[in-house]
């Protein structure tokens, strides 16, 4: 089977998010499991692609990519996911993808996405790959079911593809200016009011794609239930309901080779299930590296996070200062994002200097010595699509606490409710006093060390490998082949 996944962010080349590592390791296990995988992205700006081994396809130098009346001149940078047998082509395009940042405010963005997605379908056709599937990921590809139907559906190449969109947030829609529907070779009066690619007055790419595409899929079972929800449905609720037949919950899973504490390079002592004792090290490391005062004692809780309103840490500002009420109670935090959290960040690091620390930015060696040396993980995001930061904790032995929403509620076992098979602590409503009373009942399980050690260990022992999710996928490629829905 050839499947084209194409996305817009993919490890190790570019990443902000649980995207950038679920298109790295899907297409791995999927290619491993015999499945012929070609990866489109683009080349930003901050690739270093002679670093990866990547090189010019000469062939297709300079190639043209017609959208509206304009034609587009590209290069192809071709090489692999380390590791893998995936084939990855770089989209090369200075005009749209040199902007020193992934994602941009500026107004073609919409115009940045539909040229890697034209450029794939051109690129498959110089090379002659017809693909089984098209699979598609988040706002930034969701046109290519469409432009498959009403822009390149002549080519017999495509004439038994069918089409796949992974919803990993349903929140960033990609609304743009109805006219971008020419650039993508779209009929522009589907993007019109009333037509069934606008949303709120725009061309809505990911609302074209969950109408267009064969198969929808989300990255957990239960965000594929709250999508249905009006609550949780971003406006987009009735239309997936119309599509719940199509639509499928599938977890993701972890790299299981880049997120493992026995082989991890990044952390200062390798540990496992069997032995924690590195743990400790990790822990002393961490804490000398963010300047943190730690006795063995003192619980330490880490955040790994985009500072994003889904994140729910206007929940954690509000109770902070109560929390840190509780004398030996250690922050190790990690992210950047809206300014206002930033803020509030650096202003509790100034206010308990060696009790908070801070490292604004993307730093994925510290994300890996958070994950290692923590006792804690906090997530107390409103909606999580899936989240990996959690299932990366379970595996390190630090402790989740999390809302029970989304891939979070699917993933942690909260040790109250279910005595015995606890992996972590959950509570299911988002208000500031229900995440202290969380905190405040995994520090207390925290003091009886023994059953902590338990709720670790069953965490490090849970498999979050993608052995049987890329089954899934597999299975949901092979229904989009056989019959429609
Ligand atoms: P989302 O994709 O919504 O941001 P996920 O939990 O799915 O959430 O994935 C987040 C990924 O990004 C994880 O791999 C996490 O380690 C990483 N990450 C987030 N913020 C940072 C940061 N500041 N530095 C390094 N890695 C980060
Ligand atoms: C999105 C979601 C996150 C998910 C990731 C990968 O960024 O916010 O929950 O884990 O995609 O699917």
Redesign the pocket.
């Known amino acids: 089977m050839n499947v084209c996944f194409i996305t817009s962010e993919c490890t190790p080349f570019a ?1 902000t ?3 950038a ?1 679920v298109s790295a390791a899907l297409p791995a296990f999927l290619s491993r499991k015999g499945i012929r995988v070609k990866l489109f992205m683009p080349l930003y700006s901050s690739i270093q692609v002679l670093e990866y081994g990547f090189v010019k396809a000469s062939e297709l130098s300079q190639t043209a990519i017609a959208m509206g009346n304009e034609a587009i001149p590209i290069d192809v940078w071709y090489g692999q996911i380390p590791g893998s047998d995936v084939d990855v082509y770089l989209i090369d395009c200075p005009r749209f993808f040199h902007r020193g940042r992934i994602y941009t405010d500026d107004p073609d963005e919409a115009d940045r996405f539909i040229l890697l997605q034209h450029a794939a379908f051109v690129v498959m056709q110089r090379y002659n790959f017809s693909p089984d599937i098209i699979h598609s990921n988040d706002w930034q590809t969701a046109l290519m079911p469409a432009m498959l139907k009403y822009h390149y559906n002549w080519d017999r190449l495509f004439a038994s593809t069918r089409t796949v969109l992974s919803i990993h ?1 349903l929140a960033y829609q990609g609304l743009s200016n109805p006219d971008f529907s020419i650039r993508a070779g779209l009929p522009r009066e589907m993007a019109d009011q009333g037509g069934l690619f606008e949303y709120s007055g725009a061309f809505s790419f990911l609302k074209t794609g969950i109408m267009m595409a064969d198969r929808l899929s989300t990255v957990s079972p239960t965000y594929a239930k709250e999508i249905q929800s009006e609550s949780f449905g971003e406006g987009l609720d009735g239309l997936l309901r119309m599509r719940s037949g199509c639509l499928k919950g599938i977890i993701n899973g972890i790299d299981t080779d880049i997120w493992n504490p026995e082989t991890d390079p990044h952390i200062a002592s390798p540990f496992s299930a069997k032995d924690l004792s590195g743990k400790s090290a990790c822990r002393a490391a961490l804490a000398t590296e963010m300047g943190l005062k730690l006795a063995e004692n003192d619980p330490l809780i880490g955040i ?3 500072f994003a309103s ?1 994140k729910g840490f206007d929940l954690l500002l509000s109770v902070f200062r109560d929390l840190m009420k509780f004398s030996n109670l250690r922050f190790a935090i ?3 994002g809206d300014r206002h959290f930033e803020y509030f960040f650096d202003q509790m690091s100034a206010a308990y200097p060696g009790r908070v620390a801070v490292y604004k ?4 060696g ?2 890996h010595r958070i994950e290692a040396g923590s006792d804690m993980f906090l997530m107390p995001s409103y909606y999580e699509p ?4 959690q299932m ?1 904790s379970l595996r390190y032995g630090t402790v989740p606490i999390v809302h029970k929403t989304g891939g979070l509620a699917d993933t942690v076992i909260d040790s109250d409710e279910f005595p015995g098979h606890g992996t972590g602590f959950s509570f299911w409503n988002a208000t500031p006093d229900v995440l202290k009373d969380t905190i405040f009942r995994a520090l207390d399980w925290f003091e009886d060390r023994k059953e902590w050690k338990n709720i670790q260990i069953r965490g490090m022992k849970t498999d979050f490998s993608w052995t049987k999710s890329a089954d899934e996928y597999i299975e949901m490629y092979q229904s989009a082949k056989r019959e429609s829905c």
């Open positions: 990443k998010g649980g995207l590592d947030n790994v996070s985009r889904q990690l992210g950047s930015g993307f730093n994925d510290l994300a899936c989240g990996l930061n990366y």
